[in-house]
C-alpha cells in the first residue's frame, strides 16, 4: 500500500489516496484518531461499498458518508472496484451491459444469464481485493478492529460477509441485481446485517431483494424500507445506519 | 373524565388512572411535565395503542413504553379496548375467535370473512372512542399537541390515522389480521408512518404486512422488520420507533 496524497477535509478528518498494486484506493481518518493513535485505540474501521461507476464519480457520497463515520470515531476506505473508474474492463461485461439494457428497454425482465455474466464475475474478482486491502489498512498504526462494511454492490457485500471473518457488522443496500447463486451464499451469513431498500426504487427487483433478506441466516437481521427512489434513501436512514455500525463496533 | 387514582412511577412519572364514561384509561406525564405545566410549553402526546388483551395484563409493557416515552418529554395515554377488560364482549367476537383458532389449528388460512368478523367492529368502536379520549386529554392542563399514535392493532392504527387530523404521526406495528377493506383506507392515509413488522412472527401473515405498508399512501413512510418472533421486538427497534416520533413530534 502506497499512499499518494494526503489532505485534511474542512472537519480535520484526513484523507489519505493510496495505490495497492494497481487498484486506486481512499482512507480516511478522524481529526483525532491521526493525532493521538499511537496513545489511545485504534480507531475501528468500516468498509466503504460503492456501485461500480467509478471512485472519481462516487467520491463526493463517499466523502460525506466518510466524514460522517469520522465523527462517530470510525476511520473508513474504499478501493476502485474491478472494471471501474481507469481500471481494464471485465471481460464480457460490456455484453452484459448491452444485454441488461436490451431487456429493461423492452420492459422485459433480465435473464438470470445477464445478471450472473453482469454480477458474477464482478464479485469473483472484487472480494479478494477488499480481503487483500484490509490486510493493508489493518496493518497501519492507529487503525484496528472491529471491521464493518457499508454499501455498494450487495452480491460483494454477502459474499464478503460470508468468507472474510474479520468483519463483524455490515450495513447492506438492495438495490442491484441479486444472481441466483447469492441466495444460497446468504444463509450462510451469520454477522448482524442491516439492510437497507429503497421500497420504489424503478430499477430494482423489490420481491428479489425481500427473498435475498429472508435468506441471510443471520440471527440479527433487519430491514429499513423507505421511500424516495434509488438514490433517495432518506437522512434519517443514513442515521440509523450508522446507529447499527455503532453499535455493533465500538 | 374523572381520575380515579394516581402514582408516581420511580422515574418521576406521574401515572394516572381515569374513567371516561365506562371506558377505563391511564395518563401518564413527565415528571417534570406536571411542576411546570402551566408555565412552560404542554407536552406533545403519544396514544399508546395494544392489542385487545385488556389494559391489566399489558399493564407492564404500557408503563414502560410509558416511561421511555416520558423520558423524551411525551405525555402518554391509553384507554381499555372495546371487548377487552371487564368492558363487555363484542357480539360475534366469540365466534370470529372460535372460527379463527379452528382454522390455525388446521393449519388452513383464515378465512377474510373470519378476519373482517374479528376485527372490524372492533375498529368500528375503538376509533371514536380514542377520538374523544383525545379531546378530554388535550383539554388537560401541560397537554397538547403535536399527537402521535403508538403500536397497537394495526388497524385501529391505520383508521386513526385516517380520520383523526390531529394525529400527525403514526408508529404501527403489523402484527395482527388485517381485513380487506383497510387495504383501501391505507391508500387514504398522508402522515409520516413508521412500520414494525416482526420477519418470523408465526401468528402473522407476512405477505399481508408488506402489502398493507405497500398500499400505505404516505410519502414518508419507512418499514422496519427484525427477528425475535411476534413478541419479541428488538430493543433498538423500540429506540428507532422512538425517534421517528421524537422527530416528527417535537
Same mark, same amino acid.
Given at each position: 500500500?502506497?499512499?499518494?496524497?494526503?489532505?485534511?477535509?474542512?472537519?480535520?478528518?484526513?484523507?489519505?489516496?493510496?495505490?495497492?498494486?494497481?487498484?486506486?484506493?481512499?482512507?480516511?481518518?478522524? !481529526?483525532?484518531?491521526? %493525532? /493521538? &493513535? @499511537?496513545?489511545?485505540? *485504534?480507531?475501528?474501521?468500516?468498509?466503504?461499498?460503492? #456501485?461500480?461507476?467509478?471512485?472519481?464519480?462516487?467520491?463526493?457520497?463517499?466523502?460525506?458518508?466518510?466524514?460522517?463515520?469520522? !465523527?462517530?470515531?470510525? %476511520? /473508513? &476506505? @474504499?478501493?476502485?472496484? *474491478?472494471?471501474?473508474?481507469?481500471?481494464?474492463?471485465? #471481460?464480457?461485461?460490456?455484453?452484459?451491459?448491452?444485454?441488461?439494457?436490451?431487456?429493461?428497454?423492452?420492459?422485459?425482465?433480465? !435473464?438470470?444469464?445477464?445478471?450472473? &455474466?453482469?454480477?458474477?464475475?464482478?464479485?469473483?474478482?472484487?472480494?479478494?481485493?477488499?480481503?487483500?486491502?484490509?490486510?493493508?489498512?489493518?496493518?497501519?498504526?492507529?487503525?484496528?478492529?472491529?471491521?464493518?462494511?457499508?454499501?455498494?454492490?450487495?452480491?460483494?457485500?454477502?459474499?464478503?460477509?460470508?468468507?472474510?471473518?474479520?468483519?463483524?457488522?455490515?450495513?447492506?443496500?438492495?438495490?442491484?441485481?441479486?444472481?441466483?447463486?447469492?441466495?444460497?451464499?446468504?444463509?450462510?451469513?451469520?454477522?448482524?446485517?442491516?439492510?437497507?431498500?429503497?421500497?420504489?426504487?424503478?430499477?430494482?427487483?423489490?420481491?428479489?431483494?425481500?427473498?435475498?433478506?429472508?435468506?441471510?441466516?443471520?440471527?440479527?437481521?433487519?430491514?429499513?424500507?423507505?421511500?424516495?427512489?434509488?438514490?433517495?434513501?432518506?437522512?434519517?436512514?443514513?442515521?440509523?445506519?450508522?446507529?447499527?455500525?455503532?453499535?455493533?463496533?465500538?
Amino acid at each position: 500500500m502506497h499512499f499518494t496524497s494526503e489532505q485534511r477535509l474542512d472537519d480535520g478528518v484526513l484523507e489519505r489516496e493510496f495505490t495497492l498494486g494497481e487498484i486506486p484506493g481512499i482512507l480516511w481518518t478522524p !481529526a483525532t484518531a491521526s %493525532a /493521538t &493513535a @499511537t496513545a489511545s485505540a *485504534p480507531a475501528p474501521l468500516i468498509l466503504l461499498g460503492h #456501485p461500480p461507476l467509478g471512485l472519481r464519480k462516487m467520491y463526493p457520497r463517499l466523502a460525506a458518508r466518510a466524514q460522517h463515520c469520522a !465523527a462517530e470515531g470510525f %476511520a /473508513t &476506505a @474504499t478501493i476502485e472496484l *474491478p472494471g471501474s473508474g481507469d481500471r481494464p474492463r471485465l #471481460p464480457g461485461a460490456e455484453q452484459a451491459l448491452a444485454d441488461m439494457r436490451r431487456a429493461l428497454q423492452a420492459g422485459e425482465p433480465v !435473464a438470470d444469464e445477464t445478471i450472473d &455474466a453482469l454480477v458474477l464475475p464482478l464479485v469473483d474478482r472484487a472480494v479478494p481485493e477488499w480481503r487483500t486491502a484490509l490486510d493493508a489498512l489493518l496493518a497501519l498504526p492507529g487503525i484496528g478492529g472491529p471491521v464493518g462494511y457499508s454499501g455498494g454492490v450487495i452480491s460483494i457485500g454477502t459474499r464478503l460477509a460470508v468468507v472474510e471473518p474479520r468483519i463483524s457488522a455490515a450495513v447492506l443496500f438492495a438495490g442491484s441485481f441479486i444472481p441466483r447463486v447469492m441466495y444460497e451464499e446468504a444463509r450462510q451469513v451469520t454477522i448482524p446485517l442491516h439492510v437497507l431498500l429503497q421500497w420504489d426504487d424503478e430499477g430494482n427487483d423489490r420481491q428479489a431483494a425481500l427473498d435475498l433478506f429472508d435468506a441471510f441466516g443471520s440471527e440479527e437481521k433487519t430491514l429499513h424500507a423507505n421511500m424516495g427512489g434509488h438514490t433517495g434513501v432518506p437522512r434519517f436512514a443514513g442515521d440509523a445506519a450508522g446507529q447499527f455500525l455503532t453499535r455493533h463496533l465500538r
